[in-house]
């Protein structure tokens, strides 16, 4: 047990200082991947959901957007820049503002076309049903990023009028750090 608590000591400050960092990476690598896939007609198994719960949102006024092709572009765009813009780590604010919104609207199937979801066996989920519900995770994640997006804003100085100009006051996620 001692041998495990001390491993264990050595990789919690690695996993303190990278978790989110990692997180990022992968829901990046996750987003760009399944987006890309959707440039592809019959390549994501998403797509049939995609253009099923867009006809219903638009109540099948809009048949040329919902035909697939318009549809899959734009969603796979936003999946490619957002999958991007978080491996690259920039501008963390509005990419997760980008991505709750795409994440709701990925949720939206499970209220649209429930039948979809749930058709299965005694109203089990199909298969799609459980493709969404997997993306509950990925909110999750999101929020997470979400919550650790202002903290990586560059730190804003402060000088309070007491204090020499040698000394400032940096603000990064709420506290105040004294330094010289």
Do not use: N
């Not at 994501?44 to 919902?66: E, I, K, M, N, Y």
């Not at 795409?102 to 949720?107: D, E, K, R, S």
Request: charged share 15%; net charge positive; proline share 7%.
């Amino acid at each position: 047990m001692a041998r495990t608590d001390g491993k264990e000591a050595r990789i919690h400050p690695w996993l303190v200082r990278h978790c989110i960092s990692v997180l990022r990476l992968c829901m990046g690598a996750v987003l760009l991947s399944f987006g890309f896939l959707k440039y592809f007609p019959d390549l994501s198994p998403a797509q049939g959901l995609v253009v099923a719960t867009l006809h219903r949102l638009t109540l099948g006024l809009v048949p040329h957007l919902v035909s697939g092709t318009a549809a899959m572009d734009c969603v796979a765009t936003l999946e490619c820049v957002i999958g991007v813009l978080l491996i690259i780590g920039r501008w963390m604010r509005p990419t997760t503002a980008l991505l709750l919104i795409h994440l709701v609207g990925i949720l939206t199937p499970l209220v649209v076309v429930p039948g979809r979801m749930f058709g299965g066996p005694h109203h089990m989920p199909t298969l799609e049903g459980q493709y969404v519900l997997k993306d509950v995770v990925l909110l999750a994640a999101g929020l997470v990023l979400a919550t650790t997006a202002r903290a990586t804003a560059p730190p804003v100085r402060h000088r309070p009028a007491d204090e020499s100009p040698a000394e400032v006051t940096t603000s990064t996620s709420g506290g105040l750090v004294k330094g010289t």
